[in-house]
């Protein structure tokens, strides 16, 4: 059974860092593209950011671009992502995603920018 | 990036009757488009994968078809547990969602 368990949300002052980990396992990791997913409260799922199968290629919304950086380590099974210079509209639940025909999520992982 | 338009915002409707979702895609996506089923507090449901495969355990009353740019996701009989939101995801070039559509009991 596939799962994905997200981990590293939190609240944050606007301005700061935080990192998001996602662990893997049910699945060959080194198989699949991941991405981060997220959603504010109330509102539509947004695309974050993926990361290819060896990390070669990587895509972020413009959103974030510059901000965010996505990495995984195959040898561990995780999938990170690493949020500097946070808004108070990055606020939202972040869901870790594994790729492919038949996609899979995880619970998410809360995250509040706020002073 | 992809734009993925959905259509209605919200669609009324009472259980046993038949609902229709469209989402429109900026460019062609082929056939890998998927439908997600999301209630509130939960993570999104996959229920139609590459635009017409039903995934694992979802009833017979759910089914989606199109291809290229133009796909739709059609429910036969609304059952009270489907009232949701439901979005379409296309993963042709990377990711991209749609809006979502309400569908509400009328």
């Known amino acids: 059974e596939v799962q994905l368990v997200e981990s590293g949300g939190d609240l944050v002052q606007p301005g700061g860092s935080l990192r998001l980990s996602c662990s893997a396992s049910?699945?060959?990791?080194?198989?699949?593209?991941m991405h981060w997913v997220r959603q504010a409260p109330g509102k539509r799922l947004e695309y974050v950011s993926g990361?290819?199968?060896?990390?070669?290629?990587?895509y972020y919304a413009d959103s974030v671009k510059g901000r965010f950086t996505i990495s995984r380590d195959n040898s561990k099974n995780t999938l990170d992502l690493q949020m500097t210079s946070l808004r108070p509209e990055d606020s939202a639940l972040f869901y870790c995603?594994?790729?492919?025909?038949?996609?899979?999520w995880g619970q998410g992982t809360l995250v509040t920018v706020s002073s | 990036e992809i734009v993925l338009t959905q259509s209605p915002a919200t669609l009324s409707l009472s259980p046993g009757e038949r609902a229709t979702l469209s989402c429109r895609a900026s460019?062609?996506?082929?056939?890998?488009l998927a439908w997600y089923q999301q209630k509130p507090g939960q993570a999104p449901r996959l229920l139609i994968y590459?635009?017409?495969n039903r995934a694992t355990g979802i009833p017979a009353r759910f089914s989606g078809s199109g291809s290229g740019t133009d796909f739709t996701l059609t429910i036969s009989s609304l059952e009270p547990e489907d009232f949701a939101i439901y979005y379409c995801?296309?993963?042709?070039?990377?990711?991209?969602f749609g809006g979502g559509t309400k569908v509400e009991i009328k």
């Open positions: 995603v594994k790729d492919g025909r038949i996609t899979s």
């Open positions: 049910g699945f060959i990791f080194t198989h699949y593209s």
């Open positions: 990361i290819s199968t060896n990390g070669d290629s990587t």
């Open positions: 460019q062609s996506v082929s056939s890998y």
């Open positions: 590459d635009a017409s």
């Open positions: 995801q296309q993963r042709s070039n990377w990711l991209s």
